[in-house]
T-cell receptor, first 116, second 114 residues
């Protein structure tokens, strides 16, 4: 596998279910990101992990819980979601280095989530 | 506040015609600028990026973009569009404020007529 992979690609869940999205990067990067992509809205950054430490949480509801066990894997645990949480969830990774240096983010194919 | 504006939500061009997608940004420091493309059901693929140096950057699939500081713009161009270019295009500015992150525009959906 190369690049950034995400599983599952599609997920349908009820509002009382608990599920997890998985992201794995094979690029040797040290930073990983979760984004939410809803129709007609800009990509929303949800969480940032740098060297496995969460460095940003963009006021995301607690029904979304991220986990980064190592620099290659990122999870998004979901519980008691709402129908408005239906969206494409994208994972990305990058190599963060020198201060002030922005590097390219590489995206996975996304998980299409539908909440019934 | 930092922001990215893509004023065209939809653009339709004929195959073989030239293309220009507009992007304007608002950011106080030197911007790091990106264009990504997203095909239906897929993630975002990097087309090109500008960090510094030559203001005209070349990307994959025959795309290029020009950084114009005076206009706060980073427009994407292609001289001859192919049907396979139909997709959604996103402009982004990279900001370093505590942590590194991108600010994305709302995207421009390109339709190509045969």
């Amino acid at each position: 596998e190369t690049g950034v992979t995400q599983t599952p690609r599609h997920l349908v869940m009820g509002m009382t279910n608990k599920k997890s999205l998985k992201c794995e990067q094979h690029l040797g990067h040290n930073a990983m990101y979760w984004y939410k992509q809803s129709a007609k809205k800009p990509l929303e950054l949800m969480f940032v992990y740098n060297f496995k430490e969460q460095t940003e949480n963009n006021s995301v509801p607690s029904r979304f819980s991220p986990e980064c066990p190592n620099s290659s894997h990122l999870f998004l645990h979901l519980h008691t979601l709402q129908p408005e949480d239906s969206a494409l969830y994208l994972c990305a990774s990058s190599q963060e280095g020198l201060a002030g240096r922005i590097d390219t983010q590489y995206f996975g194919p996304g998980t299409r989530l539908t909440v019934l | 506040a930092q922001s990215v504006t893509q004023p065209d939500i939809h653009i339709t061009v004929s195959e073989g015609a030239s293309l220009e997608l507009r992007c304007n940004y608002s950011y106080g420091a030197t911007p790091y600028l990106f264009w990504y493309v997203q095909s239906p059901g897929q993630g975002l693929q990097l087309l090109l990026k500008y960090f510094s140096g030559d203001t005209l950057v070349q990307g994959i699939k025959g795309f290029e973009a020009e950084f114009k500081r005076s206009q706060s713009s980073f427009n994407l161009r292609k001289p001859s569009v192919h049907w396979s270019d139909a997709a959604e295009y996103f402009c982004a500015v990279g900001v370093a404020s505590g942590t590194y992150k991108y600010i994305f525009g709302t995207g421009t959906r390109l339709k190509v007529l045969a």
